[in-house]
């Protein structure tokens, strides 16, 4: 049983447009949330984060919003880069703890 | 070094052999962790370790061992290798703490394996 899935298995998008990758979680007991970026051949790099205790976390081109009576994270790219085309994961921690439970992961492609 | 290094980048095993993958991270990272990657089911916690000398059990810890016998070093080892440990295997490492930010993982470049 998933308790973070990721629906979208792939998503392209043109450059200069808005990118939206979404999450859905079962846990109500998650408290911290991250997303991860990932090219081929190379291991996950941490983007950005969100405390449950707030509903939206911006740096830069990257917007992370968090809707907890949903249970549903998005992260926004705008504008969208060719360089954004990656494996994208998002991940959840169990209040308190350190270890992180990840989503299946979406591909994203951005056309030029 | 620089963060979080994995060896080797990859192997061909043949099934029923020993296999140790190793990690050393260069940050003085409390907490490591080793995770497996397979297509559509993301990263699974294997093995994790808090703090040198302890080590406990993640999603998927069967056919794996882990020691943690100093800060740097979480080597993973396969007892005797089967088909479906074939993965990329990530080694990773926080800081750790209960408080917020403290869990940002970091990943090493991954391992192939390949499991024959």
């Known amino acids: 049983d998933q308790q973070v899935k990721q629906n979208s298995p792939s998503l392209s998008v043109q450059e200069g447009r808005i990118s939206i990758l979404n999450c859905d979680y079962t846990?109500?007991?998650?408290?911290?949330f991250l997303w991860y970026k990932k090219y081929p051949a190379e291991g996950p790099t941490f983007l950005i984060s969100?405390?449950?205790?707030?509903d939206k976390n911006e740096d830069g081109r990257f917007t992370v919003f968090l809707n907890k009576s949903a249970k549903h994270l998005s992260l926004h790219i705008v504008p969208s880069q060719p360089g954004d085309s990656a494996v994208y994961f998002c991940?959840?921690?169990?209040?308190?703890?350190?270890?992180?439970?990840f989503g299946a992961g979406t591909i994203l492609r951005v056309k030029s | 070094i620089a963060g979080i290094t994995q060896a080797p980048t990859s192997q061909i095993l043949a099934a029923g052999r020993r296999m140790t993958l190793r990690c050393t991270q260069d940050m003085r990272h409390n907490a490591m962790y080793w995770y497996r990657q397979d297509l559509g089911l993301g990263l699974r916690l294997i093995h994790y370790?808090?703090?040198?000398?302890?080590?406990g059990k993640g999603e998927v810890p069967d056919g794996y061992s882990v020691s943690r016998a100093n800060t740097d070093d979480f080597p993973l080892t396969l007892a005797s290798a089967v088909p479906s440990q074939t993965s990329v295997y990530f080694c990773?490492?926080?800081?750790?703490?209960?408080?917020?930010?403290?869990?940002?993982?970091?990943f090493g470049p991954g391992t192939r394996l390949l499991v024959l």
């Open positions: 969100i405390s449950s205790i707030k």
């Open positions: 370790s808090n703090t040198a000398g302890t080590t």
């Open positions: 991940a959840a921690r169990v209040r308190s703890g350190n270890k992180l439970v």
């Open positions: 846990n109500s007991m998650f408290d911290y």
């Open positions: 990773a490492s926080s800081e750790h703490g209960t408080t917020a930010g403290t869990e940002t993982q970091y």
